[in-house]
C-alpha cells in the first residue's frame, strides 16, 4: 500500500474510531446533508486548525458521499511569506488526497487589512461558485469566533443586530450561501482534530499582532474567562440577542417596503416617516438599504450610518459617500446611488 493510500486510511480510521471527533462528524454530516441536499459545495481552506477540521470532515463526507467539493484557499499576498504557506497548505493536504485549489490575489491590500481581505476572499468564492454552479460555501467559523465578534461589535457600540449570533446559513448572493457547521463548536476542539488527523496545523503570525482588534479582543476574552465570565455565559446572551433580533427583523422588512422606493440605479428612502421610526429601526432601514444596494456581504460601519442620521435629525444637508455609495438628501428623500 502506498504510504498517500495509507494517509487516507489513517483520515478515516482516525475520524471513525476517535469517540470525541466522530460524534463532531455525525453532526456535522446530518447537517450539511439537510443544508445542502448532498451537492457539491466550496470548503474554504486556510491552514488554520479550524479549516484543517473542516478539510477533514469534508473529506470523509466526500468519500462517504461520493460528491464533489472544491478546496479551496485564498493568497491574498499580505505577507512576504504568504505564496510558500500556502504551498506548506496545500502539500499537506496532498497527502491525504485533499486537493487544494490555491487563488492568488493579485490587488495590493494596504488600508482597513482584515474587512478588505474577508471581503476579497469572499468575492473570490462567491464567482468560483457562480462559474461552477455552485449554491454553498462552507466556512469554519466556531464558537470562539462567535465571541470575538461579539466583544469586538460591543466595543464599537453595535446594536440588537451586530451583537446577535452569526447565521449557521447566510445568503452571500442571490446565488450563493456561506455555511458555518462548527458554530456550536469550541476552537480547541477543532485543534484536537486537526492534531489527530494531519499530526500539524498552521498559525497565522497576524493572529499574534497587537495592531489589529481581533487579536487584543482575543486576550480579553481569556481574562473574562479567568475572572469568571464563561465563554458558556457570553454565548448564552448572544443567542437571546439572536431571538430580538428575529422579532426586529420582522418589523424592519416590514419598515423597508413601506419607508423605500427601489428604481433601477437609486433607492429612495422616505424622510418624514424614517424620522418618525425609533433610532433602532432608523439605522437598521438605512444600514440595510445601504447594503443591499451596494451588494455588500457586510453591512456599513454603525458609526457612519449614525452620523448620516444626526445630520438628518438636524436638517443640515447631506451628501456622504459609504460601502461605494453616494447617499445624498434630495427634497422629502434620501437617495442612494452608486458612487462614481
Known amino acids: 500500500m502506498s504510504k498517500k493510500n495509507s494517509n487516507v486510511l489513517n483520515l478515516k480510521s482516525t475520524i471513525i474510531k476517535d469517540r470525541k471527533i466522530f460524534k463532531i462528524y455525525k453532526d456535522f454530516k446530518r447537517e450539511i446533508s439537510k443544508i445542502t441536499n448532498n451537492k457539491p459545495f466550496v470548503a474554504a481552506i486556510s491552514g488554520g486548525a479550524d479549516s484543517l477540521a473542516l478539510a477533514a470532515l469534508s473529506e470523509l463526507y466526500r468519500i462517504e458521499k461520493k460528491i464533489i467539493i472544491h478546496f479551496i484557499l485564498i493568497d491574498h499576498g499580505i505577507r512576504k511569506n504568504s505564496q510558500k504557506e500556502a504551498k506548506s497548505v496545500q502539500?499537506?493536504?496532498?497527502?491525504?488526497?485533499i486537493f487544494l485549489k490555491i487563488k492568488k490575489n493579485s490587488r495590493k491590500i494596504k488600508a482597513n487589512i482584515q474587512k478588505a481581505a474577508r471581503d476579497t476572499r469572499y468575492k473570490f468564492l462567491s464567482d468560483f461558485c457562480i462559474k461552477k454552479k455552485i449554491k454553498y460555501i462552507l466556512t469554519a467559523h466556531h464558537m470562539d469566533d462567535q465571541i470575538e465578534t461579539f466583544l469586538i461589535r460591543l466595543s464599537r457600540g453595535s446594536g440588537v443586530q451586530g451583537l446577535s449570533s452569526m447565521n449557521r446559513v447566510s445568503k452571500l448572493s442571490?446565488?450563493?450561501k456561506i455555511v458555518r457547521p462548527f458554530l456550536d463548536i469550541k476552537k480547541k476542539d477543532l485543534q484536537y482534530i486537526s492534531k489527530?488527523?494531519?499530526?500539524k496545523f498552521f498559525e497565522d503570525p497576524s493572529n499574534k499582532n497587537k495592531k489589529y482588534l481581533r487579536t487584543r479582543i482575543r486576550s480579553l476574552k481569556d481574562k473574562f474567562e479567568r475572572s469568571g465570565i464563561s465563554h458558556s455565559q457570553?454565548?448564552?446572551?448572544?443567542?437571546?440577542?439572536?431571538?430580538?433580533?428575529?422579532?426586529?427583523?420582522?418589523?424592519?422588512?416590514?419598515a423597508i417596503k413601506l419607508l423605500t422606493e427601489k428604481r433601477r440605479n437609486e433607492v429612495l428612502i422616505k424622510l418624514k416617516p424614517l424620522l418618525l421610526e425609533n433610532e433602532e429601526i432608523q439605522f437598521k432601514v438605512l444600514s440595510q438599504s445601504i447594503q443591499n444596494f451596494s451588494k455588500s456581504y457586510y453591512p456599513p460601519r454603525s458609526k457612519k450610518i449614525f452620523n448620516i442620521l444626526n445630520k438628518l435629525k438636524e436638517r443640515k444637508k447631506l451628501k456622504s459617500t459609504l460601502a461605494g455609495c453616494v447617499i445624498e438628501k434630495t427634497g422629502l428623500n434620501l437617495s442612494i446611488t452608486r458612487e462614481g
Do not use: C, G, M, P
Open 91 to 97: 502539500k499537506l493536504l496532498k497527502k491525504f488526497s
Open 174 to 176: 442571490n446565488k450563493v
Open 196 to 199: 489527530k488527523v494531519f499530526k
Open 234 to 254: 457570553i454565548i448564552r446572551s448572544i443567542n437571546n440577542l439572536a431571538t430580538s433580533r428575529d422579532i426586529i427583523n420582522n418589523y424592519l422588512n416590514q
